[in-house]
């Protein structure tokens, strides 16, 4: 919606009371079924307890881990190795 701020500005008379905008709002939030907003249905799932287990491999033979971005990547994306150390073709870029 476009705004047109060199416009003249409402004055008071223009403006609603308190009173009226007080009497349109609800006093009472809705109680549906479909309500999003309802903190009391949620709950944490039971996930959070459980341990994860990760293998972690080292490095291969055919893998570099770039000195620009820290990412393992193949010897195919290798761009440059400077005396830095390997950077991959899209930090190189």
């Not at 705004?3 to 809705?30: N, V």
């Amino acid at each position: 919606m476009a705004t047109d701020y060199d416009a003249t500005r409402k004055t008071d008379d223009d403006t609603e009371s308190l009173d009226a905008i007080k009497d349109r709002i609800p006093s009472k939030p809705s109680t549906g079924e479909d309500d999003v907003d309802n903190v009391d249905s949620f709950s944490i799932p039971d996930v959070v307890n459980e341990e994860l287990e990760v293998v972690v491999l080292p490095i291969q033979e055919n893998e570099f881990t770039c000195v620009k971005c820290f990412l393992v990547k193949p010897r195919a994306q290798l761009a440059a190795k400077p005396r830095s150390g390997p950077v991959c073709i899209e930090c190189a870029s």
